[in-house]
């Protein structure tokens, strides 16, 4: 079975700064799709960004990108610039390429934007 | 706006009841996914229905159960509901059954059992 594992519960940055959120998993398969959604308190999932394993340039989404390592088994979540905005839970997510194509999510973590 | 539509957005019930949520997917969407997310699970997959037919079933209890109608909203029906069942539980769409189709979540129903 897949997982997906953030170690970090907690993170906080200042306005303007520049955060990484780490997010590790674990799979057999060759053919997937990695994604971060953001949950800010109202509670709604954003999808933030996506990743295709197939690809080897790393996904960027404005002032969001990733570090993927797909030998390492590594997708990281930079955020550049952070506004008041950002502060939300930031869920790390796996899709299998084939097969049912439900996420597996991993535990999240909080980031606080400091002004 | 996600364009998926859940109801209701609180349900607040007592232990042993029976409760239904409702979830619309975004227009053109032919999959429907459950996720339960409490604090000490974090976010479980439950079930998908892709086009009226179950595609895939996640950590659901037999206590739980969920249908796609033709018109392609779905329903989870949560019976003889205990405590541990209170949590957010979200419904999400998707184009087709995988590929990189990002999924889109609704606002999720926030269910109280007392």
């Known amino acids: 079975a897949q997982t997906v594992t953030q170690s970090q519960p907690e993170m906080s940055v200042q306005e303007a700064e520049t955060v990484t959120l780490s997010c590790t998993y674990d799979?057999?398969?060759?053919?997937?799709?990695l994604f971060w959604y953001k949950q800010p308190p109202s509670r709604q999932m954003i999808l933030v960004i996506r990743q295709e394993a197939y690809k080897q340039q790393n996904a960027t989404e404005n002032r969001f990108s990733v570090n993927f390592q797909k030998a390492a088994k590594s997708f990281s979540l930079k955020i550049s610039d952070s506004q008041l905005g950002d502060a939300a839970m930031y869920f790390c997510?796996?899709?299998?390429?084939?097969?049912?194509?439900?996420?597996?999510f991993g535990k999240g973590t909080k980031l606080s934007v400091i002004p | 706006d996600s364009g998926v539509t859940q109801t209701p957005k609180h349900l607040i019930t007592a232990t042993g009841q029976r409760v239904t949520l409702r979830c619309s997917p975004r227009?053109?969407?032919?999959?429907v996914y459950w996720y339960q997310q409490s604090l000490d699970q974090g976010l479980q997959f439950l079930i998908q229905y892709y086009n009226g037919e179950e595609r895939a079933k996640g950590n659901i209890l037999e206590r739980f159960s969920a249908q796609q109608f033709p018109d392609l909203h779905s329903e989870l029906n949560l019976s003889s509901l205990e405590l541990g069942d209170s949590a957010l539980y979200f419904c999400?769409?998707?184009?087709?059954?995988?590929?990189?189709?990002?999924?889109?979540f609704g606002n999720g129903t926030r269910l109280t059992v007392t």
């Open positions: 999400a769409s998707s184009v087709g059954g995988g590929g990189n189709s990002p999924l889109h």
């Open positions: 799979t057999s398969e060759s053919d997937y799709y």
């Open positions: 997510a796996y899709r299998r390429g084939a097969g049912s194509y439900q996420l597996t």
């Open positions: 227009s053109g969407d032919l999959s």
